[in-house]
C-alpha cells in the first residue's frame, strides 16, 4: 500500500512540475507585451520602472521600385483621340452634308465623292510628308520634308508634347483634310472630278503646308512675329476661302446662274450638316489645347457661346432685311460663329466670344449677299462668304478681346498693347490672303494645262452624278 501510495504522489508530482515549466514558459513569452502595457497604462498608485535598452531593428527586405511615371497623361490622350474622332465627324459627313444639300438633286453624289476622296487623299499625304514638312525644323515657310517623312523614326512609343505622337499626327491630319475638303463647295456642280484630286494634291502641298508651318510650326514667320491663331482662323477658313474664292472664278459661272434661282435641293441635309459641324467643332477648338486642361475648358465654352450669339445675330438680320428668317440662314449662322471663334476661342474670354460669334453672324449676312454681288462670282456653297469673311473677323477681332482688360488671357509674348496685336493681326490676314490667292491660282492653271477644269456643257445640264460617277442620289 505504501508503495501505491508513493508512486502515485510521484505522478502527481511530475504533473506538478510539468504545469509549473509550462507557466514559466508562457510567461517568459508573453512578458514583453506585458511590459509594454504596464508602460501604456500603469495601475494607480504604482510606480513603474522600466530599462531602456537598445534594440537593433532586423533588417527589413528591400521595397519595390516605383513605377516610372507615364511620360503622358491618360486623360489628355482620351481627350485628343476623342477630338480626332469629333473632327473626323466635321467633315465626313459634316461638310459632305452641308455642301450636299445646297446643290441641285442632280449633282450631289459628285459632292459628297469629292469631300470624302479630298480629305482621304490629304490625309495619305499628310503622313508622306505634310507633317514632316509643318512641324519639323526648316526655315520660316516650310518645315524639313525629310526629317519625319512617311513618319520616319515615330513608332507606338514615340511621345512628343506630352502626347504619343501618332496621336498628334492624326489629330492634325484631320485638320488638313477638312481644310482642303472645304475648297469643294466653292465651284461645286461644274468642275471634273479628276481636276479636284490634281488640284487638292497641288493646294495642300503649296498653300496648307506651308502656312500650317507658318502659323504653327518652329520658326514660323507669323508665328514669331506673334500672330494669335489659335485653332486655325488663318490657317484653315482665310484659307480655304480664298482658294475657294479664285477657284470660282477660275472655273466660272454655273449655267443659268444669275438667270433663275439656283436652290439647293435638301435644306434638311443642310442643317443636319450644320449641327454635326458645331457638335465636331468641339473637338477642333478645344482639342486644339492638346490637354484636357483649363485652356479646353475655356474653347469649349467660348465655342458654345460664339455660335449661339452668330445664329441669333444672322436669324435677325435676315427677318429685318428679308422680313422672314430661314433655317437655312440659322444653320449658316452657326458655321459663321464657329468659324468666327476658331483663332480666338483659347485666348478671349465668354462675353470676347459672344461679341465674335455676334459679330461673324452679322457680318456673313454681307459676304453671301452684298459682297458675292459685288464680286460677281458663283461661289456655290458661299465658302468664302461665310468662312472667309467669317475667319478675316475672327482673326482680327482676336487680337482686341484677347487683351486682359477685356477678359482675355493676354497678348503674344513680347506683344504689349492691344494696337500692336491687332496689327499684327492684319498682317497675318493680309499675308494669308496673299499667299492663298497666288499659289491657288497657280495651281488652278497647272491643272487647266493637264487635265482642263470644268466638265461639258451636255454634262453640266445631265448632272455630274451621272456623268462622273454613273449613279443617281435619287431614282424615280
Known sequence: ??????????????????????????????????????????????????????????????????????????????????????????????????????????????????????????????????????????????????????????????????????????????????????????????????????????????????????????????????????????????????????????????????????KPHSVPFTYIGAMLLWVGWFGFNAGSAAAADTVAALAFINTILATAAAVLGWTVVEALTKGKPSALGAASGAVAGLVGITPACGTVGPMGALVIGLAAGVICVWGVTGLKRLLKVDDTADVFGVHGIGGIVGAILTGVFSAPALGGTGFADGVESMGAQVWIQVESVLFTVVWCAVVTALALLVTRVVLGLRVSEEAEREGLDITSHGESAYES
Not at 2 to 10: E, L, N, R, V
Not at 91 to 96: C, S, Y
Not at 175 to 181: E, H, K, P, S, V
Not at 205 to 216: E, G, K, L, Q, R
Open 1 to 262: 500500500m505504501k508503495t501505491a501510495a508513493f508512486a502515485g504522489w510521484k505522478t502527481r508530482l511530475h504533473v506538478v512540475c510539468m504545469l509549473m515549466l509550462v507557466a514559466a514558459l508562457a510567461a517568459f513569452a508573453y512578458a514583453p507585451a506585458a511590459l509594454a502595457q504596464a508602460e501604456v497604462a500603469p495601475l494607480p498608485n504604482e510606480t513603474v520602472v522600466t530599462e531602456q535598452l537598445d534594440v537593433v531593428a532586423a533588417p527589413q527586405p528591400d521595397a519595390p521600385a516605383e513605377e516610372a511615371a507615364p511620360a503622358f497623361d491618360h486623360g489628355d490622350v482620351a481627350w485628343m483621340l476623342t477630338s480626332t474622332l469629333l473632327v473626323l465627324l466635321m467633315t465626313v459627313p459634316g461638310v459632305a452634308l452641308f455642301y450636299g444639300g445646297l446643290v441641285r438633286a442632280k449633282n450631289v453624289l459628285s459632292v459628297l465623292s469629292q469631300v470624302l476622296v479630298v480629305f482621304s487623299l490629304v490625309v495619305v499625304l499628310w503622313v508622306f510628308y505634310g507633317y514632316s514638312a509643318v512641324f519639323s525644323a526648316g526655315n520660316a515657310f516650310f518645315g524639313s520634308f525629310g526629317d519625319k517623312a512617311f513618319l520616319k523614326g515615330i513608332t507606338a512609343d514615340t511621345i512628343d508634347g506630352g502626347l504619343p505622337e501618332l496621336l498628334f499626327v492624326a489629330f492634325q491630319s484631320t485638320f488638313a483634310g477638312i481644310t482642303t475638303a472645304l475648297i469643294v463647295g466653292g465651284f461645286a456642280e461644274r468642275i471634273k472630278f479628276k481636276a479636284v484630286i490634281l488640284f487638292s494634291a497641288l493646294w495642300f502641298t503649296f498653300s496648307y503646308v506651308p502656312m500650317a508651318h507658318i502659323v504653327w510650326g518652329e520658326g514660323g514667320f507669323l508665328k514669331d512675329r506673334g500672330a494669335l491663331d489659335f485653332a486655325g482662323g488663318t490657317v484653315v477658313h482665310i484659307n480655304a476661302g480664298v482658294a475657294a474664292l479664285v477657284g470660282s472664278y477660275f472655273v466660272g459661272k454655273r449655267i443659268g446662274f444669275g438667270q433663275g434661282a439656283l
